[in-house]
């Protein structure tokens, strides 16, 4: 579990680091203020990463990776075992049942506007602007992005976005 001290994650590696239900486990403190907590690899691996399981928490998977210590963050600092649960000393506990748990639910995401659920005002403009970049980096045509971006609007928004805002959305899209 990585704690990123860029999004609350200084504040979460604190907090976790309290709770009575997380277990002792090899645990660094990164040179930005977060932290790293390694636990035993579920039965069936993990085979995404997660970002902002919890404010400030990610989780990596097979194929994640983080800085190990004694690396130099860019703030000067160095990234340090915390004393006691250095691997060599400490074993890796499993996995915590609350953070198995959190980890089976699905990911919250913007792309309702791919699945046919209706977007909501509030998330309109996220869904889709993240939908735009998507068609963009598949290799969409401007063009074809906007007619999606239209049809999406109209069909899948409540309300639909005006066309103002459609606009400033391409804009940011091409960008």
Same mark, same amino acid.
């Given at each position: 579990?990585?704690?990123?001290?860029?999004?609350?994650?200084?504040?979460?590696?604190?907090?976790?680091?309290?709770?009575?239900?997380?277990?002792?486990?090899?645990?660094?403190?990164?040179?930005?203020?977060?932290?790293?907590?390694?636990?035993?690899?579920?039965? +069936?691996?993990?085979?995404?990463? *997660?970002? #902002?399981? $919890?404010?400030?928490?990610?989780?990596? /998977?097979?194929?994640?990776? =983080?800085?190990?210590?004694?690396?130099?963050?860019?703030?000067?600092?160095?990234?340090?075992?915390?004393?006691?649960?250095?691997?060599?000393?400490?074993?890796?506990?499993?996995?915590?049942?609350?953070?198995?748990?959190?980890?089976?639910?699905?990911?919250?995401?913007?792309?309702?506007?791919?699945?046919?659920?209706?977007?909501?005002?509030?998330?309109?403009?996220?869904?889709?602007? +993240?939908?735009?970049?998507?068609? *963009?980096? #598949?290799? $969409?045509?401007?063009?074809?992005?906007? /007619?999606?971006?239209?049809? =999406?609007?109209?069909?899948?928004?409540?309300?639909?976005?005006?066309?103002?805002?459609?606009?400033?959305?391409?804009?940011?899209?091409?960008?």
């Amino acid at each position: 579990m990585d704690i990123d001290p860029r999004s609350g994650g200084q504040k979460s590696f604190k907090k976790l680091r309290r709770r009575a239900d997380l277990p002792q486990t090899a645990t660094v403190e990164t040179g930005g203020g977060g932290g790293h907590y390694y636990f035993l690899c579920p039965a +069936a691996p993990l085979s995404k990463s *997660r970002s #902002s399981l $919890l404010p400030g928490i990610d989780v990596k /998977a097979e194929g994640g990776y =983080v800085i190990a210590p004694p690396s130099l963050h860019k703030s000067g600092t160095r990234y340090r075992w915390l004393p006691g649960l250095t691997p060599d000393k400490k074993k890796l506990a499993p996995l915590p049942i609350w953070l198995r748990e959190r980890l089976s639910q699905p990911k919250k995401s913007s792309r309702a506007a791919t699945d046919g659920q209706l977007i909501l005002n509030g998330q309109r403009n996220n869904t889709l602007t +993240a939908l735009a970049g998507r068609l *963009r980096r #598949s290799g $969409l045509t401007p063009g074809e992005i906007e /007619a999606a971006r239209i049809s =999406v609007n109209e069909e899948r928004c409540d309300p639909p976005l005006p066309e103002s805002e459609i606009q400033n959305i391409a804009r940011s899209a091409e960008n």
